[in-house]
């Protein structure tokens, strides 16, 4: 079975309340693997709260694009064995022209390239606007993906691209290897968070999301949930154990 991951934002109140207890809880509930956030802020926290759970971070999000110091987050992900660093957001309205998108992806190639001076990747995470806005037709995200470097990857949330009117199966698809992660979630497609639902129960077809990357890393995450949240994510996990296959 492909790897399963969980994005620690899904439970950012539990985290900021006792980062050891909540990570704890998640490999208790079977999560191996964790995708921390803003790891590089608090790097020593991480590392102790993944030891003590017997977790390994695959990657983490750190915003590092418009940062100053973004070795500061490589380094952080190197001493935590992080393989991938992932920026999750550039906000809309840098991505409304041809020039916009190719500053962002001149600045991504520059900054995989001092990532990966330090072993690890850096790519790129989604949200509904980079498939909402066209060019020429066009989503924005596909014209941003031509112009990056092959060691360039990119963690495409399924959710958001169907929120901003993409098949994400036909996505994945297109965008082929450059994929290594997929955030993994459910709910309706009007983008409405508080309506997100434990995967395989919402409107997303999820199923053809995990046949169109059958290598990608499965990242589950809600923006929100009207539930328990570690329940949900229970119910995710053992979705995924029982459909991915």
């Known amino acids: ?41 608090r790097a020593e926290d991480y590392r102790r709260a993944f030891a003590a759970a017997g977790v390994t971070a695959p990657s983490g999000h750190a915003a590092v694009i418009d940062s100053d110091r973004p070795e500061d987050a490589f380094d952080a992900a190197a001493a935590l064995g992080m393989a991938t660093v992932i920026d999750p ?20 190639n520059a900054l995989a390239e001092l990532a990966s001076a330090r072993g690890v990747e850096f790519g790129y ?5 980079e498939l909402s806005t066209r060019i020429d037709g066009r989503p924005v995200l596909e014209l941003f993906a031509e112009r990056l470097e092959p060691r360039v990857v990119l963690e495409v949330d399924t959710y958001w691209a169907a929120v901003g009117g993409a098949d994400p199966a036909a996505l994945l698809r ?13 709910g309706t497609l009007d983008g409405d968070v508080a309506r997100q639902q434990p995967v395989g ?25 009207a539930g328990d949240l570690f329940e949900g994510l229970a119910g995710s996990l053992a979705w995924l154990a029982e459909n991915d296959r």
């Open 174 to 186: 297109g965008l082929g290897e450059r994929v290594r992660l997929i955030h993994v979630k459910d």
């Open 125 to 129: 995470h989604n949200h509904a606007w």
């Open 1 to 41: 079975m492909p790897t399963t991951s969980v994005q620690l934002y899904s439970v950012r109140d539990a985290v900021a309340d006792d980062l050891d207890g909540a990570v704890a809880r998640l490999a208790g509930i079977g999560f191996a693997h964790v995708e921390p956030y803003a790891f590089h802020l």
């Open 89 to 108: 957001f550039v906000p809309a309205e840098r991505w409304q022209t041809l020039d916009q998108v190719a500053s962002l992806a001149d600045r991504v």
């Open 201 to 225: 129960s919402g409107e997303v077809d999820v199923r053809g999301v995990l046949a169109a990357a059958p290598e990608a890393v499965r990242v589950v995450e809600f923006d929100a949930y």
